[in-house]
């Protein structure tokens, strides 16, 4: 049995930018962080007692007897990508709630490759796994995604991820450099409330990449790479929250125009009460149209901004995750 242990992401700044159709030709730079929430992916070899050869477990079970019979696309696409084809089965279990704005589905790629090179016993890197992950839900699967979900779930922390020019795999990362006094002051500060609504995060993302191919938000996603820029350089002064959060509202109303679906008068109507009930500022995660919200919030004021803020669901503790995936036990 191996079990592998997989952070989700947390975006703040540039996000957007991280698709091959933009800094395939402009370079850009991202801030985002891993979060203590996880997704867990259990690998064990299948013996044979049973009429099938593959078991995938996740929201629904799959028993199979060849790979082409899988309908999980990840499940699907890293077998064939590491070319193991029968006598396996897979598990899956989150903390949080898929198609919710935290990069789930990357998660679940990163921490099913970790755990297919562990049974294989094969050593891998952050950047070989994020770089394999890339491969896959891009090259295999075809998807509409960036590169940050991979790279943040791979690596943990809080990352300056540096994209292009060049190909899809023309980035590189090193770690945000924060005193451990500032980034738990800034951990307190955020607070990440769940809408209640999930949404399948390929159709906005399909829009926002339509939307670049065809220069129609080019100076916008500008204004988003000199954002990030000052966010960068916000954070290594480890300037006043006050600052962090005009900045992240910043962002957030430059990303509402990326692509239509991205907000709706409901996603407003919370995030304007946001500023009222006392954040700083704040976005809503992912790709839009639902999923989590995120505030930067002085932790004296949180209760009563909780109480405010009747609109979010569920409340969820943050905490940063310094680790990314790992193989937790084999």
């Not at 891993?34 to 099938?52: G, S």
């Not at 409901?266 to 954040?279: C, F, Q, R």
Request: hydrophobic fraction near 40%.
């Amino acid at each position: 049995m191996i079990i592998t242990k997989t952070p989700y992401r947390l975006s703040l700044f540039g996000g957007g930018t991280d698709y091959p159709a933009w800094f395939e030709k402009n370079p850009s730079k991202i801030v985002s962080a891993a979060m203590a929430h996880y997704c867990y992916v259990n690998i064990k070899e299948l013996p044979p007692f049973f009429e099938h050869t593959i078991k995938a477990t996740y929201s629904k079970v799959e028993s199979v007897n060849s790979i082409e019979e899988l309908e999980h696309p990840s499940i699907k696409a890293c077998l064939k990508h590491l070319k193991i084809y029968n006598n396996i089965t897979i598990g899956h279990d989150g903390d949080l709630p898929a198609r919710s704005g935290i990069g789930s589905s990357s998660s679940f790629t990163v921490g099913l490759l970790r755990g297919l090179y562990s049974l294989l016993n094969q050593n891998v890197t952050p950047y070989e796994l994020a770089q394999q992950a890339i491969y896959v839900e891009q090259g295999i699967i075809g998807e509409n995604v960036g590169v940050q979900d991979q790279i943040m779930a791979a690596h943990g922390g809080i990352q300056i991820i540096k994209m292009g020019p060049g190909n899809r795999y023309a980035w590189s990362t090193e770690p945000l450099r924060l005193s451990d006094a500032y980034r738990n002051e800034f951990e307190s500060h955020i607070m990440l409330g769940f809408s209640g609504i999930s949404r399948i995060a390929e159709i906005q993302a399909k829009k926002k990449v339509d939307n670049i191919k065809s220069g129609i938000n080019h100076k916008l996603l500008e204004e988003t790479a000199k954002l990030a820029e000052e966010a960068i350089d916000s954070l290594a002064k480890e300037t006043d929250m006050s600052i962090i959060g005009k900045l992240l509202d910043d962002g957030w109303r430059i990303k509402r125009e990326l692509a239509d679906g991205v907000t709706d008068l409901w996603i407003d109507d919370i995030y304007n009460a946001s500023l009222k009930a006392g954040a700083f500022g704040g976005k809503l995660m992912g790709a839009g149209g639902g999923g989590f919200f995120m505030f930067l919030v002085p932790p004296e004021k949180q209760e009563e901004f909780k109480t405010k803020m009747n609109s979010i669901k569920v409340w969820v503790p943050f905490k940063f995750d310094m680790y990314g995936s790992q193989t937790i036990f084999k």
